[in-house]
């Protein structure tokens, strides 16, 4: 069994997050990540704007000490990941994209204390604790929360706890958060299971919904999806092998309506009790060609490199008690929603729209099933 020791380093700027980057950096993972997008280590070595010697020497280091063949060679062929080097690729993806909420959350810690170290005038900032599905516009706005810091405004800290969507109402109602964050199709009909899920643990004049955004949701497939799958009939026709999201999520809540919707159940889903913690760890499980469809988002879906077919679009909401409404944290929060520099970033994001952001009204409105 080897040892795992992590590390962070701090910088002026937050890297972009592409196809297949991670949350926690490993050198050696970035090598065999490069060598498998670029097909050689030479294209590996420019992509990292490292020499072709440094990486050489690297990948013989990291082989002398695991004992194991990285890479392969074929006469007159490039360089390629040898079985081991995939497998041991695709397990590290695999596992930071199902530990990638709770990573981001503690990303989004360390930054909120060096903020305040790098901050000479020690001015508190307002801690606004949110529990939500996640979602990787809250995360954006986490970004744009920790950068919004002027002269005169402090801003607000988002702290931001991912569970699933029933949980997070859940935890608002037991007084462990300000705010939830969850997900569900607008317009589902009145006796729907979302509609049958979420209407006990929301109470008119008690709760207040916040618009955030709307995002496609669909099947998350191989790319050119080989296996030409059009919806969820097509996935138990074909016994496609399918990745789930846990109970308690509002992806999972999604699929058992949509699977009612066209007259499916449980059973017809090859892979139906395989679950992952994330859209990401979906995506990544795909990926590796451990599974070939899960339900996903297409932001999700893109940034993994993978095919989407969209099956709908839900509305990502935000929910506050009525009482929670005047307190600072959360109007800082609604007026960073309604901001253009928000609306903008999130129409920058393929599969979001921006869905009445930052307006506060009555379940009715937002939820039209509610009525």
């Keep these: 069994m ?15 997050r592409g196809r297949g980057s991670a949350l926690l950096s490993n050198p050696m993972m970035d090598v065999l990540h ?24 690297q990948l013989k280091e990291w082989e002398q000490q695991l004992g194991r063949e990285l890479l392969v060679w074929e006469r007159g062929q490039s360089a390629l990941l040898s ?32 903020a305040l170290a790098f901050d000479d005038a020690q001015r508190p900032r307002e801690v606004l604790t949110l529990y939500a599905s996640h979602d990787h516009a809250l995360a954006e706005l986490q970004e744009l929360a920790a950068s919004s810091q002027t002269a005169n405004e402090p801003g607000v800290h988002l702290d931001i706890r991912f569970t699933g969507s029933v949980d997070a109402i859940r935890a608002l109602n037991e007084g462990r958060c300000l705010l939830a964050g969850f997900h569900t199709q607008p317009f589902a009909d009145a006796d729907s299971r979302s509609a049958r899920t979420y209407r006990p643990l929301l109470k008119p004049g008690t709760h207040k919904i916040i618009g955030f ?20 009939r097509d996935v138990s026709l074909q016994r496609a092998r399918f990745v789930n999201r846990a109970i308690g999520t509002g992806t999972r809540l999604l699929l058992e309506e949509l ?12 892979g139906f009790d395989r679950e992952e913690s ?3 760890a979906v995506a990544q499980a795909v990926a590796s060609g451990e599974a070939d469809v ?54 920058s994001m393929t599969g979001y729209l921006p869905d009445h952001p930052g307006e506060v009204a009555a379940m009715k409105r937002l939820l039209p099933w509610w009525a």
């Excluded at 992590?6 to 890297?15: I, V």
């Excluded at 919707?261 to 017809?268: F, K, N, P, V």
């Design 294 to 347: 899960g339900l996903g988002t297409e932001y999700t879906a893109r940034i993994q490199g993978l095919g989407f077919v969209p099956l709908t679009d839900e509305r990502y909401l935000l929910v506050c008690l009525k009482s929670a409404l005047e307190q600072a944290p959360v109007q800082a929060l609604l007026k960073m929603l309604r901001s253009a520099s928000w609306q903008q970033r999130l129409q």
């Design 278 to 280: 994330s859209h990401a």
């Design 83 to 114: 079985p081991f080097g995939q497998r041991l690729l695709m397990a590290e993806r695999l596992a930071q994209a199902r530990l990638g909420p709770q990573m981001e959350s503690l990303r989004a810690e360390l930054e909120r204390a060096f």
């Design 2 to 16: 080897k040892r795992i020791a992590m590390s962070y380093s701090l910088m002026a700027e937050r890297p972009e």
């Design 34 to 57: 490069a060598v498998h997008e670029q097909g050689s280590i030479s294209a590996a070595a420019r992509q990292l704007g490292l020499s072709y010697r440094h990486v050489w020497g």
């Design 213 to 232: 955004a709307r995002r496609s949701q669909g099947l998350m497939v191989a790319p050119g999806n080989p296996l030409r799958l059009r919806d969820l």
């Design 259 to 270: 699977l009612s919707q066209d007259g499916l159940s449980s059973a017809d889903l090859n």
